[in-house]
Nanobody, 118 residues
């Protein structure tokens, strides 16, 4: 049974930092690319960052490039999102996502709220 535990969200002032974690179980974590998405109120869910299953190659949305860093620890079945220089427009529910294209397999975390406000 696939299960995610997302943590690290909260309220932070503009310019501050947060580190999100997503601990996964129930599937072969190291075989999946891992992604972070976010969804702000009244908006569609948008992709934020990706880290490859092996080798750790990363990609970022232009809106977060240079401020956010995605990483993973395959020994702990956990993916992270370090968010620095946060802006009010980063306010959203953040979701982790596991994807294995060749297997046509995808899983979603339950989401964690990030609010950037003074």
């Amino acid at each position: 049974q696939v299960h995610f535990v997302e943590s690290g969200g909260g309220l932070v002032q503009p310019g501050g930092s947060l580190r999100l974690s997503c601990a996964a179980s129930g599937f072969t974590f190291s075989s999946y690319s891992m992604k972070w998405y976010r969804q702000a109120p009244g908006k569609e869910r948008e992709w934020v960052a990706t880290i490859a299953s092996a080798g750790g190659g990363t990609n970022y949305a232009d809106s977060v490039k240079g401020r956010f860093t995605i990483s993973r620890d395959n020994a702990k079945n956990t993916v992270y999102l370090q968010m620095n220089s946060l802006k009010p427009e980063d306010t959203a529910v953040y979701y982790c996502n596991a994807l294995r294209l060749l297997a046509g397999s995808q899983y979603w975390g339950q989401g964690t709220q990030v609010t950037v406000s003074s």
